[in-house]
């Protein structure tokens, strides 16, 4: 074998070591550093969806507090269950004012049962109520009368409804059950 220049084996040992520096070092940092850097612009990202989200946060408290205030309103307007018995009198006596002889509303007991009991707090809790209405009269007088109980702001819905001959002629009677949304203060029972 002959004898190469140093030179040669010099050249040959540094390109040697530059390889392996380059594969066992220096690529591997490259691929670190490109991780973190992904990492980094996705939090980076997440976070400014955060800051964004706190930016709003006042403008959404003051909406719900909007919605808090109307809803109390709204509420404020609903029968409660210490003044359902004013409420089937008022019910009644829309009926009387019409000319219907007789009429008669008082709520399901089931559904006076359930109401809710509502627990302490600032807010009222929204319930249903089912009210059985039973009247005897003349057609048009009794449907004024459901048309004036559909326009109470508490009613829902008409449950049942069922239409008889009344016992004396060009008589009807009436029966059904319509429900109304009750306005239960926090920490006051059914």
């Known amino acids: 074998m002959t004898k190469q220049p140093r030179w040669i084996i010099w050249s040959v040992a540094t390109v040697v070591l530059w390889a392996a520096w380059v594969a066992f070092a220096y690529l591997p940092l490259r691929q670190r550093d490109a991780r973190e850097e992904a990492q980094r612009t996705e939090w980076a990202d997440k976070q400014n969806a955060m800051l964004a989200r706190i930016h709003t946060a006042p403008e959404v408290m003051q909406r719900i507090d909007d919605l808090s205030l109307r809803l109390d309103s709204v509420s404020a307007q609903l029968p409660r269950p210490v003044q359902l018995k004013e409420y089937m009198e008022m019910l009644t006596g829309l009926g009387r004012e ?24 600032p807010r009222n809790i929204l319930d249903t109520l089912l009210v059985e209405l039973t009247a005897v009269g003349e057609f048009r007088d009794i449907g004024t009368w459901l048309d004036q109980v559909e326009a109470q702001s508490a009613f829902r819905a008409w449950r049942i409804a069922r239409w008889d001959r009344g016992e004396e002629p060009g008589t009807v009677r009436f029966s059904g059950a319509a429900a109304f949304l009750v306005s239960v203060p926090r920490g006051e029972s059914s």
Do not use: N
């Not at 399901?108 to 009991?117: G, H, P, Q, R, T």
């Open 98 to 121: 019409t000319g219907i002889h007789s009429i008669e509303a008082s709520p399901e007991l089931a559904s006076m049962m359930s109401v809710s009991k509502a627990t302490d707090g």
